[in-house]
């Protein structure tokens, strides 16, 4: 790709392949202060399962998960404009409606487990499924993610538009989403979802993981309960932050 790149700890240690939230944090650190200060175009961080990726721009401005799953979506949209399907998380940002809307893709919601994006594109029309957790699946490639394909392939898209994920940063409609854990014992989850089935049947649901509603075209409310801890969880996005602590 003639590409110069600079390699930081680019091994695994054998003893120790997961790191703790102060360790990661530390890592992330000094990652963003070595693309910055050599004054590098991108930076990407693998984790160690060589699936996930953190995309860093030439600010040394890490890029959130729903950032990242939105940037990486214009990019192939826009040089795959014929697109016709991609398949994406119930949980993921709307921003990705907003993005699809614009090329005429149909937006397939799958439930936020990586099998579910697998099994979405034995669709040979979806040719692009992105998750919440920073990994990408190109079907026309691999049914699976790949930490490594994923950084070429943003490189080989970015090459193609002449354009900065900055750049694209600035340009892609933002919204504003938070997640809110509400504490619920186990057995009262199911009276908790019928609840707000219930309280809410004047808006357009979304049944596939949870239950979704929609307000407008940029307001939506997800109301999922947790499959592990003793908890609800709410996701309200909206066209802006004033707005989404106003709909809690």
């Known amino acids: 790709f003639k590409?110069?790149?600079?390699?930081?700890?680019?091994?695994?240690?054998?003893?120790?392949?997961?790191?703790?939230?102060?360790?990661f944090a530390l890592a992330q650190e000094k990652f963003t202060f070595v693309v910055k200060s050599l004054n590098f175009d991108y930076g990407f961080m693998i984790d160690a399962g060589g699936e996930k990726i953190w995309i860093c721009t030439n600010e040394g401005k890490v890029l959130s998960d729903d950032r990242s799953l939105s940037i990486v979506l214009k990019l192939f949209l826009s040089v795959n404009p014929g697109t016709k399907k991609i398949a994406i998380p119930v949980q993921a940002t709307g921003e990705v409606d907003l993005i699809a809307k614009e090329y005429g893709t149909e937006v397939i919601r799958v439930k936020n487990t990586?099998?579910?994006?697998?099994?979405?594109?034995?669709?040979?029309?979806?040719?692009?499924?992105?998750?919440?957790?920073?990994g990408f699946l190109f079907p026309e490639y691999l049914y699976a993610t790949d930490g490594m394909f994923s950084i070429s392939k943003i490189l080989e898209l970015l090459s193609y538009t002449d354009k900065t994920i900055s750049q694209l940063d600035d340009e892609i409609p933002k919204l504003s989403m938070k997640k809110y854990v509400?504490?619920?014992?186990?057995?009262?989850?199911?009276?908790?979802?019928?609840?707000?089935?219930?309280?809410?049947?004047?808006?357009?649901q979304q049944l596939i993981d949870g239950v979704k509603i929609f307000l407008n075209e940029t307001d939506t409310v997800l109301c999922i309960p947790d499959k592990t801890a003793d908890c609800v969880n709410l996701y309200v996005e909206t066209s802006e932050p004033q707005r989404t602590n106003k709909v809690l």
């Open 3 to 23: 590409c110069e790149v600079v390699s930081l700890s680019a091994h695994l240690d054998k003893d120790k392949i997961t790191r703790d939230a102060e360790e």
């Open 114 to 134: 990586h099998y579910s994006m697998m099994v979405a594109c034995e669709d040979k029309e979806v040719r692009f499924a992105g998750g919440t957790r920073r």
């Open 182 to 204: 509400l504490p619920c014992a186990k057995e009262e989850k199911g009276k908790v979802m019928r609840k707000f089935m219930e309280d809410t049947m004047q808006y357009p």
